[in-house]
């Protein structure tokens, strides 16, 4: 298979860390001498033909910066038959033979859908959420965890001055790896997670009594958005116990600021090996990562795989919260 012009595009939420994703993916292409366009706003601008020349100098100073320099979008159109005929009808028309595709599952089922009509793609995993199943490290996971337990941190002091109980919501519609995460990181009193059914009084309100019993008088309470809205669990525990939370949700802010170390390096190592992926011949393919290697699987594989929180990770906070 010979590649001549490589597309790259970041599509779902945005992840810190899609920029240096970007830059990798150019910078490859350009080593091989490959020529590459960064399409604008996800599947969007490969229906619109909306794309541009990228170069190795037009990705500088790009590896530091969150957000992505190619904008992004979940698009609708592509979503039904005739939006992706239309996208391939452009990427035959621009000379379009290969796409990186940027981003989560959604992203991943739209790229799966090009390459039945004969484009080579390959995607890299990046979204905070780190529940793409298929690999145990998504882009962009590093950075928001951080952001959030700095956050966290900061509310942590004036909840101790107070001897206050804190309801702190952080993102995850589907998932708790970013909850549990950040829970465990800044020693929450508790955790509530999609994924596990809540016993209100087990998860929540006995802990809260027993770190009471131990000596505590401050309360840190993690939310997944999609477990529990941060609010409704303040009011319950209002009602239950004789405290007065307070609630934070820390909304998007998680999804913005400088990538850290580690997303800018495996956002490299990604960029760079989904172009040697190409370069080698295969497609219908998502890079991933586990335990510090790198690997690709096939879509469609990739696709019906499940990944669950570790048991060790609620054993821990368990133990830690003395439960
Ligand atoms: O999937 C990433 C994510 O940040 C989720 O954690 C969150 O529920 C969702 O995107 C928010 O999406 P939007 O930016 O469209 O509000």
Redesign the pocket.
Known sequence: MSIKRIGVLTS??D?PGMNPCVRAVVRTATFHGIECYGIRRGYNGLIAGDIFKLDEKSVSHTINRGGTILYTA?SKEFMDEEGQKKAVSTCKFLGLDSIVAIG?DGTFRGARALSKYGINVVCIPA???N?ISCTNYSIGFDTAANTAIECIDKLRDTMQSHERCSVVEV?????GF?AMYVGLAVGATAVLVPEKPIDFEHDVIEKIRQARLNGFSHYMIVVA??AATASAVAAKIKEALDLDPRVTVLG?I??GGTPTGRDRINATKMGYLAVELLLAGKTNRIVCTHAGSFTDIDIDEGLVMSKSIQQMEVDVLDAMTGL
Do not use: C, S
Request: proline share 0%; hydrophobic share 25%; aromatic share 0%.
């Open positions: 779902g939420g992840a979940r989560g979204t905070i959420d529940d993102m995850g519609r589907n998932a970013l958005e999609g998007h998680q999804r």
